[in-house]
């Protein structure tokens, strides 16, 4: 490799904006993703929420739907906080892992306009699972919890 590719790699790799910097982006980045999970969250003790989803196929969905709730929460209030980040990124993963396909079946769904939803609504979920599945492994950044006990 020559020197001046292996110049640009590094630069490439080095980051553009401080990690002290940072830190407000981060914690932006943070209550934009959970800001679904902290808003939906309460809504999975509802009856009309564990209604539908019994109407779905959810097995026990008096008992999974407000467990989901439960995960939903906890995993969003540890990653906005970032205290236990990953361990709350873990939570949603598994929350998302189960939700996912059992109440987005666009697959099953013959009605054009409800399978455009659905097939919305599941993309949505992969992506928010990608985002979740990073935090696993990078942490909550600066400005967290976590942060202040390093």
Same mark, same amino acid.
């Given at each position: 490799?020559?020197?001046?590719?292996?110049?640009?790699?590094?630069?490439?790799?080095?980051?553009?904006?401080?990690?002290?910097?940072?830190?407000?982006?981060?914690?932006?980045?943070?209550?934009?993703?959970?800001?679904?999970?902290?808003?939906?969250?309460?809504?999975?003790?509802?009856?009309?929420?564990?209604?539908?989803?019994?109407?779905?196929?959810?097995?026990?969905?008096?008992?999974?739907?407000?467990?989901?709730?439960?995960? #939903?929460?906890?995993?969003?209030?540890?990653?906005?906080?970032?205290?236990?980040?990953?361990?709350? #990124?873990?939570?949603?993963?598994?929350?998302?892992?189960?939700?996912?396909?059992?109440?987005?079946?666009?697959?099953?769904?013959?009605?054009?306009?409800?399978?455009?939803?659905?097939?919305?609504?599941?993309?949505?979920?992969?992506?928010?699972?990608?985002?979740?599945?990073?935090?696993?492994?990078?942490?909550?950044?600066?400005?967290?919890?976590?942060?202040?006990?390093?």
């Amino acid at each position: 490799m020559s020197a001046s590719r292996s110049t640009t790699l590094n630069q490439l790799q080095t980051p553009s904006i401080s990690i002290a910097a940072s830190g407000p982006i981060v914690l932006l980045g943070r209550f934009l993703f959970v800001l679904i999970f902290l808003m939906s969250g309460p809504r999975h003790f509802l009856s009309q929420t564990i209604n539908y989803a019994a109407a779905q196929g959810v097995p026990l969905a008096s008992i999974a739907v407000p467990f989901s709730g439960l995960l #939903a929460l906890a995993g969003g209030l540890s990653i906005l906080l970032g205290y236990r980040a990953r361990i709350g #990124a873990w939570l949603i993963v598994l929350f998302l892992a189960a939700v996912t396909p059992m109440m987005h079946k666009f697959w099953g769904v013959s009605d054009p306009m409800m399978f455009q939803m659905q097939f919305v609504m599941f993309m949505k979920n992969v992506s928010m699972l990608g985002g979740a599945l990073l935090i696993t492994q990078i942490g909550s950044g600066p400005w967290s919890l976590d942060a202040r006990t390093k």
